[in-house]
């Protein structure tokens, strides 16, 4: 079965420190990829996608993310954090063979230290 | 654009109630809309795919006769729990897309609290 695995639990960091989170999915054919965000007590919003193209997107509030067709990763990036990226992150793809469902990875909860 | 509501954003009840869940997509048409339940510090299980006009499709492990789903229009699709249980208690999200395999746009989601 098609698969998403976000490798860190938990992120705690300070301010101005970089971010980059892991995740990886199961072969699966053709894939859309998507990282979503849960700010505390808010509801899932969407960071950045990938189709097709360019495999280094960039999204919202800074955040970049990069294709690895070849290491089936889809990495997500920032290279200053704030505050206001306390959130939970959430890698989901859509595996073309499945149709229309995403599958989520696990989900990363970043914690930012002012 | 692209926003999602749900109503309402929470509910208890007690047991062997039912409760019933609206999705509304309020500025664009969901020829597809997604049911999730997310348990606390989990991610989000996709229950079942409701296409507008159709059955939905239930994932493996989800009772469709427990979660009945209907997608009468474009921009609403509820979820009713029926004869709910305390096990029920959960967060439910929806979101919808407007065309296949592309952006599912979330809803806030409701919490439901079986007694």
């Known amino acids: 079965a098609q698969s998403v695995s976000q490798h860190n639990h938990h992120v705690i960091l300070s301010e101005a420190a970089s971010l980059e989170l892991g995740c990886n999915y199961s072969?699966?054919?053709?894939?859309?990829l998507f990282w979503y965000v849960q700010y505390p007590g808010q509801h899932l919003q969407l960071l950045l996608k990938?189709?097709?193209?360019?495999?280094l997107v960039k999204g919202i509030k800074g955040f970049e993310a990069e294709f690895i067709k070849s290491k089936f990763s889809f990495n997500l990036r920032k290279p200053s954090v704030q505050w206001s990226d306390t959130a939970e992150y959430f890698c989901a793809v859509n595996f073309k063979a499945a149709g229309n469902k995403l599958t989520f990875g696990g989900g990363t909860r970043v914690l930012v230290k002012p | 654009g692209a926003v999602v509501s749900q109503h309402p954003s929470w509910v208890i009840c007690k047991s062997g109630t039912s409760v019933k869940i609206e999705c509304r997509s309020l500025d664009f048409q969901a020829t597809t809309m997604f049911w999730y339940r997310q348990f606390p510090k989990q991610s989000l299980m996709l229950m079942a795919t409701s296409n507008e006009g159709s059955k939905a499709t239930y994932e493996q492990g989800v009772e469709k006769d427990k979660f009945l789903i209907n997608h009468a229009s474009l921009t609403l699709s509820t979820l009713t729990v029926t004869s709910a249980h305390p096990e029920d208690s959960s967060f439910y999200i929806c979101?919808?897309?407007?065309?296949?395999?592309?952006?599912?746009?979330f809803g806030p989601g409701t919490r439901l609290l079986v007694l």
């Open positions: 072969y699966g054919g053709t894939v859309n």
């Open positions: 979101s919808a897309s407007s065309r296949p395999q592309q952006t599912q746009y």
């Open positions: 990938y189709f097709s193209g360019d495999p």
